[in-house]
């Protein structure tokens, strides 16, 4: 920061180590993606996905590669998986479901890569894929846009802060009251988008949006933090 370096210069240190930021490779897929601005035909959705995680990774430090757009066949993803050359991690999101076109994990196996795990036991982003392409570590995220932006700040976020030499220990979870009760959780750890308030003490309340589908980037755009809620956690109510 601009108080770190000039602590420095006051302590006559003229040289620094420093680390350059990491290039961090986005690469979007499906046929139904059109960029902004575009028209929109039947089935079609604008691609929000490798705007928003280049802006996340800015703000962590990183540099991102956006690689646009790769459709649903693997011509085009060899070609865009071609792009990644020279970057420090391959972020990839869509077509790593069970679906008839979700090719990307085929893609990269051609390509020769070795995947190392797939499928979370978490909601939002069930369908995560991490692997690795030659020394490139390749991480899937789904295609959907609150899953992309909620598994990202869960696994590239602390992967941009090893890349760039930063202490990966964090401080635990903030602890806050319920705002409103809840069902007990299934098997799945569920992320909850939600908002923080104080109460009359200036304790912290975190209340989930009433919905929580994972297409709704109005809602985590509002959002002030998510409830983590582990594999079958028992109902809860408000005031917990």
């Given at each position: 920061s601009a108080r770190d370096i000039a602590l420095a210069a006051a302590m006559n240190w003229p040289n620094l180590t420093v680390t350059r930021r990491p290039r961090?490779?986005?690469?979007?897929?499906?046929d139904e993606l059109q960029h902004p601005g575009e028209p929109l035909g039947p089935a079609q959705i604008i691609a929000s996905n490798g705007i928003g995680l280049a802006?996340?990774?800015?703000?962590?430090?990183?540099?991102?590669?956006?690689?646009?757009?790769?459709?649903?066949?693997?011509?085009?993803?060899?070609?865009?998986?071609?792009?990644a050359r020279g970057?420090?991690?391959?972020?990839?999101?869509?077509?790593?479901?069970v679906g008839e076109l979700d090719l990307i994990q085929q893609a990269?196996?051609?390509?020769?890569a070795k995947l190392d795990f797939w499928k979370i036991a978490m909601r939002p982003g069930k369908p995560v894929m991490f692997g690795e392409l030659?020394?490139?570590?390749?991480?899937?995220?789904?295609?959907?846009?609150?899953?992309?932006?909620?598994?990202?700040?869960?696994?590239?976020?602390?992967?941009?802060?090893?890349?760039?030499?930063?202490?990966?220990?964090?401080?635990?979870?903030?602890?806050a009251r319920l705002g409103v009760a809840l069902r007990a959780n299934d098997?799945?750890?569920?992320?909850?988008?939600?908002t923080l308030s104080r109460d009359n003490d200036g304790g912290l309340i975190a209340t989930p949006f009433p919905k929580q589908d994972?297409?709704?980037?109005?809602?985590?755009?509002?959002?002030?933090?998510?409830?983590?809620?582990?594999?079958?956690a028992p109902a809860a109510a408000a005031g917990d």
């Open positions: 961090v490779a986005l690469l979007s897929t499906g802006a996340m990774v800015t703000a962590c430090g990183g540099e991102p590669i956006n690689l646009g757009i790769a459709r649903d066949n693997l011509p085009d993803l060899y070609r865009a998986l071609d792009g970057a420090d991690i391959l972020v990839t999101t869509g077509g790593a479901s990269l196996k051609d390509k020769g030659g020394a490139l570590p390749v991480l899937g995220l789904p295609g959907n846009p609150v899953s992309a932006l909620v598994t990202a700040t869960l696994f590239l976020r602390p992967a941009i802060d090893r890349l760039l030499g930063r202490a990966t220990e964090t401080a635990g979870p903030a602890v098997q799945r750890q569920d992320y909850l988008r939600a994972s297409a709704m980037l109005s809602l985590i755009a509002r959002a002030d933090a998510l409830i983590i809620r582990p594999p079958h």
